[in-house]
């Protein structure tokens, strides 16, 4: 069964901490897509990142970076030095590939991060 | 001007009571999506259109409805609201199958 994870419920830091967000994943293609999203106090959902299935490399942009590792199903997020602008709920999503043509993103329950400052 | 958009922001309704929420894009995508969130349980696919012509249900769909009036609008229906209806509602729009996909601001439904 597709499934995402995010065993973090609501992680706490002080500022300039760096904080890593668990995402596993279950799937039974070998073509699929990954999503994190963010979604600040103010409700709506704003798009971090897309990775297909094939590319390995992690990412960085500016103060994020994901970690996508295959073998152990997982695509983890990290900021470096967090900002209380940071404080938000995170969600990792997953997308079968297009033979399925369902669209459907499958969301974990996300972890809420709160910064402090 | 933001690309999707949600109305109302939020509603308060009574139970059996009709309700739409609308969401209209200015993406150009031809795929748009209405899903749920409820606390705990992340997000939740209700229906999603591929095209005006092509509508189909998510995991979600028991209680709802939905009209795609043009490629840029697509409404969601609650026939006779009920209060486990009462939830965050999100529309979306995207380009493809696995593109990503983009969220409006969410309307906020309670149902007494």
């Known amino acids: 069964a597709q499934k995402v994870t995010q065993a973090q419920t609501e992680i706490s830091v002080v500022e300039k901490e760096d904080v890593t967000l668990d995402c596993v994943y279950e799937?039974?293609?070998?073509?699929?897509?990954l999503f994190w999203y963010k979604q600040p106090p103010s409700g709506e959902l704003v798009f971090l990142i897309r990775?297909?299935?094939?590319?390995?490399q992690n990412e960085i942009s500016g103060r994020y970076s994901w970690n996508f590792q295959k073998s152990t199903s997982s695509f983890n997020f990290t900021i470096t030095a967090s900002q209380v602008v940071d404080s938000a709920v995170y969600f990792c999503?997953?997308?079968?590939?297009?033979?399925?043509?369902?669209?459907?993103?499958?969301f974990g329950t996300g972890t809420r991060l709160q910064v402090f400052p | 001007d933001a690309d999707v958009t949600q109305t109302p922001r939020n509603r308060i309704t009574k139970t059996g009571k009709r309700i739409m929420l609308e969401c209209s894009q200015t993406?150009?995508?031809?795929?748009m999506y209405w899903y749920r969130q409820d606390p705990g349980l992340g997000l939740r696919l209700i229906y999603y259109?591929?095209?005006?012509?092509?509508?189909n249900k998510g995991e979600i769909s028991d209680g709802y409805s939905v009209s795609r009036q043009a490629q840029a609008k697509f409404s969601l229906s609650l026939e006779s609201a009920i209060p486990n209806q009462t939830a965050l509602y999100f529309c979306?729009?995207?380009?493809?199958?696995?593109?990503?996909?983009?969220f409006g601001p969410g309307t906020r439904l309670t149902v007494l």
């Open positions: 999503a997953l997308s079968e590939g297009a033979a399925y043509n369902t669209d459907k993103l499958i």
């Open positions: 799937t039974r293609d070998t073509t699929y897509y």
């Open positions: 990775r297909n299935s094939f590319d390995e």
């Open positions: 993406k150009g995508h031809d795929r």
């Open positions: 259109s591929f095209d005006v012509k092509d509508i």
């Open positions: 979306a729009t995207g380009p493809g199958s696995t593109d990503t996909q983009y």
